[in-house]
């Protein structure tokens, strides 16, 4: 225990990931989101048990833009669904069924429909998947003392050595001024 | 089971509020998460009694697939002109069980009721389980099943695609997406939950398998803000979704030109009996989940109330359809149009399966306008089961009747369902019983992260304000209603 | 709590709505003597069928807003029961379509009906008398049911110990009234527009109806409460761009509703291709005028419209969401000049000047009943339970 004490103040300073402060409630680790990101510090994230309302704000978090992508997949499904259709039974190998047209638009309204929900929901899903890196079996914030309740019940504030404001002593001393339960060091 | 009557305080208090008062978000996890991380040793003993007698039953589905496999489709009781029995008439029946479980999920998040958050995971889950039952039947129905990838466009040494005009292949396309959409929308829901239980996993080989199950998932503001976009996008995409998938399944009758299938008013109409037997089949599911697991608090007799409502309102649509359709056949002054409704009222081989239809799902589901049958649970349950049986005999009138005598007498003939037909039917029924007490032991059935958002909006901003109006809104009304 | 809801001033309004209505009716009946024999009546059956689609738009929708309202119900409840209250002059505009009969449905002339089976297997449901049966039944079951909300309503504001009582009522009652209104619909629907092509039938064709009517109500409404803000603080203060957000999803949602059943129609009677119901889109898809129109619904109609609303931008701006809505009207109008104008085979431009001096003559008296409904009582409905915390919400 001791040794695992020392190594870990060994470690400190060239080997952090940040440093996490744990809250109790939503308001404030809010409140202290915002505080930090008007102090001056970038590269901080917050972890939830559940998505909390206007954090990603607070965290000076740009809007997604999944809807645009989503939106410009789907098109393509619905214009490839369609395509398919079209060229097989137009172009490639065309059959006379019921004596209707070739190009019979309303009969493919259903498979074109369908190809672009498909494809805009594997969009949705799978890009916001790989944009959130997952999946990913190894992340530093995991480190942090007690974040197991970061599903539960508490609420991490984690501000990432990376930042140029970082500074090891100030900014554990801005964090104490939030009043967490507890502020810890997060190894790399 | 406890019915409402005497319990009406309490029932006002729950009226209040989606969830009970009090619940905190330790309190939350650990009635979630508890079961499902349970030994083994420590599973109750109705789980195994449920989940034995559904693996018979899962038994039997295997047999009869065997057997029809090594027999070939005359083992069923189709025959000409009866050539869609059973398998088409089940397979209705369970796609439609499927919708109401999107329905919860997608529409109600679209809407923001925020009642829909204890219920939504084991509904969708119901989806994924009743499409599989479903979309085993067409291809069953195939005769060849093991070459059904025919029907899917792909390069062949044949030269050959799809007949694209065809209601059949509509169906591959829209089943197939809806299947697999589902379990997306189900699994991108359940990420953060399987993070819950990762780190609350009590071994080591829980921990493994929830934590690769979650893919890691930590909770980051930048993450829970992408997640929720792409979980509202999926919603959005589901809602019109259900409605292609049983419009389709509705054209596959309504394009053909048999009488009594050639109606304009099928697709809404089957979407709107789909939501139907799917409200139904969730009471069947969560009157005794609630009870067993003690998740009164959470899936409250509010939930119940909203399902008994929505029943009633596609059980209204549902009947409106019966009547635009005989409406119509009348009004249509086509001669097998005619025949074709008079068949199915005053026919003398099946005029029951009418009238015991009208009986389950017109009649039975009148008591649901009064708010105490909607909170009652011992009857809401009643209804649905009621219900259920009723959209069976919807679909075994349209499909089976209806066929028997068509355009040429000389080729009418009866239909009888064959012990084998029976056989596979109950087996379905092992199936998706099998997979759902898999599911409700293995992983959690009610979502803890967004029942935990909804007590945080409960807490920030004070009680719903116009909840409780309505709620005064209902007493004072009741008083009156006495009065009068 | 807040400010007492004001009561309106329209009095030049009303009257400016008058005198269009009494102008352009008389211009459409000097027009009428003028023009080939039935240009008239047909016309009518259109400006006619719209402007009562609208009344009967508000009608559903202020039944729906008791029954699952909260308060964005309570706050859209004033302009509602001013259209229902237009309902039972629209029963009287219906007496002049009774002289027009034999020119605009075939299945009143005998040598029409003996020469075709299919509507002389229909005559038992297709006469006049029962036509005009029907047609009594309708009106006497929608104007009493416009005469029971608002005299209900009057009396909610009256007396505020019975307020709760009486919303209660009216909140058990809406449902079974949802029911009337759809049955009378469709029955409704299959008189008027159906039975203009006699050996046509379509299940859905009554459900089309509603939900046009209802897209038409919404955005009427729509228009209504933003005018109103502009004008009115207190309904300023309600229309907040939640709520507003919420009526633009109405918006959508019914025009997706729309869209689905319209396809619907389409992709089973074009598969079908059977004589007695492809006829229809025979004769809609033969002409370039017609097909174009179809196109421009379905492009213009759904897909534009539904794009824009998907956006939350529109549906919480005042002014943008106006625009939709106005939209959608213009497009409710093309649909029914679609389903109505293309049974009577026109020759040349389809549009004539009565199509037109109609819609403006019933549209200025309609608007004018409208206005004198709304102004006669505060705009904000006093006692309504679900008002009292709308503050708040």
């Known amino acids: ?188 | 089971m406890a019915v409402s009557s005497k319990k009406t305080a309490r029932a006002v208090v729950e009226i209040d509020r989606v969830i009970g008062k009090g619940e905190q978000y330790g309190a939350i996890d650990d009635v979630i998460n508890d079961p499902v991380l349970a030994g083994p040793l420590k599973t109750p003993r109705w789980w195994w009694v449920g989940f034995a007698i559904a693996m018979t039953f899962l038994g039997v589905y295997l047999t009869s697939i065997i057997y029809l496999i090594t027999k070939g489709t005359g083992v069923w009781g189709n025959n000409v002109p009866v050539a869609w029995g059973f398998p088409i008439i089940n397979f209705v029946w369970w796609i439609g069980i499927g919708h109401a479980g999107t329905l919860i999920s997608a529409i109600l998040l679209l809407f923001r009721q925020p009642w829909r958050t204890s219920i939504n995971r084991f509904a969708e889950a119901m989806t994924i389980f009743a499409v599989v039952c479903a979309g085993l039947y067409p291809i069953l129905h195939l005769g060849r099943p093991w070459v059904f990838y025919w029907l899917a466009p792909y390069p062949n040494t044949l030269g050959l695609f799809p007949q694209f005009r065809s209601p059949l292949d509509w169906d591959l396309f829209a089943i197939s997406t809806y299947g697999s959409v589902s379990v997306l929308f189900w699994y991108i829901g359940l990420i953060p939950d399987l993070a819950s239980l990762r780190d609350r996993a009590a071994s080591s080989f829980q921990r493994l398998l929830y934590g690769t199950l979650c893919l890691g998932w930590n909770g980051s503001a930048k993450a829970w803000q992408r997640y929720q976009r792409a979980y509202l996008l999926l919603a959005a995409l589901s809602f019109p979704l259900v409605l292609s998938v049983h419009s389709t399944i509705a054209l596959d009758f309504a394009v053909s030109q048999v009488p009594g299938w050639n109606n304009t008013v099928m697709p809404p109409y089957f979407v709107a009996g789909a939501v139907f037997a799917g409200f139904a089949m969730v009471i069947i599911l969560a009157v005794p989940l609630r009870k067993a697991f003690g998740l009164e608090h959470l899936i409250t007799l509010r939930h119940l109330d909203n399902c008994g409502k929505l029943m009633l309102g596609t059980g209204m649509v549902v009947l409106y359809g019966y009547t635009v359709e005989l409406f119509m056949a009348w009004y249509s002054g086509v001669e097998f149009e005619r025949y074709m409704a008079f068949n199915r009222v005053f026919g003398n081989d099946h005029w029951w399966a009418f009238w015991l239809l009208i009986a389950c799902n017109g009649l039975a589901i009148q008591p649901l306008w009064l708010r105490s049958v909607r909170q009652s649970p011992f009857w809401l349950f009643v209804i649905s089961i009621i219900v259920s049986i009723g959209m069976w005999l919807e679909r075994f009138v349209i499909v089976a009747i209806t066929l028997t005598k068509d355009f040429l007498p000389s080729s009418w003939a009866d239909y009888k369902a064959t012990f084998w037909d029976w056989s596979l039917y109950l087996g379905s029924l092992g199936l998706f019983a099998t997979l759902f007490f898999l599911f409700i032991r293995l992983l959690p059935s009610i979502s803890g992260t967004e029942v935990k958002e909804l007590v945080h909006h409960d807490a920030h901003h004070g009680s719903d304000y116009l909840e409780d109006i309505r709620a005064d809104f209902f007493q004072e009304g009741k008083t009156g209603e006495a009065g009068a | ?393």
């Not at chain 1, 004596?99 to 799978?126: D, H, M, Q, R, Y």
């Not at chain 3, 729906?64 to 309570?74: E, I, K, N, R, V």
């Not at chain 3, 919420?246 to 869209?259: H, K």
């Not at chain 3, 109609?358 to 009582?377: E, K, T």
């Open chain 3, 1 to 393: 709590m807040q400010d007492t809801p004001s009561t309106l001033q329209l009095g030049r309004f009303q009257a400016t709505a008058l005198t269009v209505g009494v102008v352009g009716l008389a211009a459409a009946v000097i027009a009428g003597f003028l023009s080939p024999e039935g240009l008239f009546f047909q016309s009518y059956l259109y400006a006619f069928l719209f402007w009562l689609g609208l009344a009967l738009g508000c009608l559903v929708l202020l039944f729906a807003q008791h029954l699952a309202g909260g308060s964005w119900g309570a706050l859209i409840r004033r302009p509602l029961e001013a259209g229902v209250a237009v309902l039972p002059v629209m029963a009287l505009f219906f007496i002049p379509l009774l002289f027009g009969l034999n020119l605009l449905y075939d299945w009143t002339n005998a040598d029409f009906v003996a020469k075709h089976p299919l509507v002389n297997a229909k005559t038992d449901y297709l006469n006049v008398p029962f036509f005009i049966l029907r047609s009594i039944i309708y009106f006497g079951l929608w104007s009493f049911a416009a005469f029971f909300y608002l005299h209900q309503s009057a009396k909610q504001d009256r007396s505020e110990s019975e307020s709760g009582k009486i919303a209660y009522r009216l909140r058990r009652i809406s449902g079974p009234w949802i029911v009337v209104y759809v049955l009378t619909m469709t029955f409704a629907a299959v008189d008027w527009g159906m039975s203009l092509t006699p050996e046509w039938w379509s299940g859905i064709y009554g459900a089309i109806f509603m939900i046009s009517q209802a897209i038409s109500a919404i955005s009427f409404i729509i228009g209504v409460m933003v005018v109103l803000a502009s004008r009115d603080r207190s309904i300023d203060k309600l229309l907040t761009s939640k709520r507003l957000q919420d009526l633009g999803n109405f918006l959508m949602a019914f025009t997706m509703f729309w869209a689905y059943i319209s396809i619907g129609q389409l992709i089973i009677l074009w598969s079908n291709n059977v004589v007695e119901t492809a006829t229809w889109y025979t004769v809609r898809f033969d002409s370039t005028l017609w097909t174009g129109m179809g196109l421009f619904l379905l492009f213009f109609g759904f897909f534009a419209p539904f794009l824009i609303l998907f956006s939350r931008w529109v549906k919480r701006k005042r002014r943008a969401l106006v625009l939709v809505a106005i939209w959608a009207i213009f497009v409710q109008l093309t649909n029914l000049f679609w389903f109505i104008i293309p049974n009577f085979e026109r020759s040349g431009f389809q549009l004539t000047l009565l199509d037109i001096l109609l819609l403006v003559g019933i549209g200025g008296i309609w608007l004018a009943v409208f206005s004198r409904s709304l102004s006669s009582r505060p705009i904000l409905p006093l006692q309504d339970p679900r008002l009292k915390g709308a503050e708040h919400a």
């Open chain 1, 1 to 188: 225990m001791s040794e695992a004490s020392t190594l870990r103040a060994d470690l400190a300073g060239s080997e952090l990931f940040g440093l996490a402060a744990e809250f109790n409630t939503p308001e404030e680790i809010l409140a202290a989101a915002n505080r930090a990101r008007e102090t001056g510090y970038k590269k901080i994230e917050a972890y939830t048990p559940y998505a909390v309302e206007g954090l990603d704000e607070a965290l000076g978090h740009q809007p997604t833009r999944l809807g645009w992508v989503v939106l410009f997949m789907g098109t393509l499904g619905a214009l490839g669904g369609f395509f398919m259709q079209w060229f097989s039974n137009v172009q490639y190998y065309p059959l006379n069924i019921g004596g209707k047209p070739l190009n019979s638009w309303p009969n493919f309204i259903v498979i074109t429909f369908e190809c672009a929900v498909l494809v805009s929901a594997f969009t949705a899903g799978l890009f916001m998947l790989a944009r959130n890196g997952l999946p990913k079996p190894y992340h530093s914030i995991f480190n942090t003392p007690n974040f197991e309740h970061a599903s539960r019940d508490k609420f991490f504030l984690c501000i990432e050595t990376a930042d140029q404001n970082f500074d090891l002593e100030r900014t554990k001393q801005f964090l104490e001024d939030q009043m967490p339960n507890q502020v810890s060091e997060v190894e790399l």
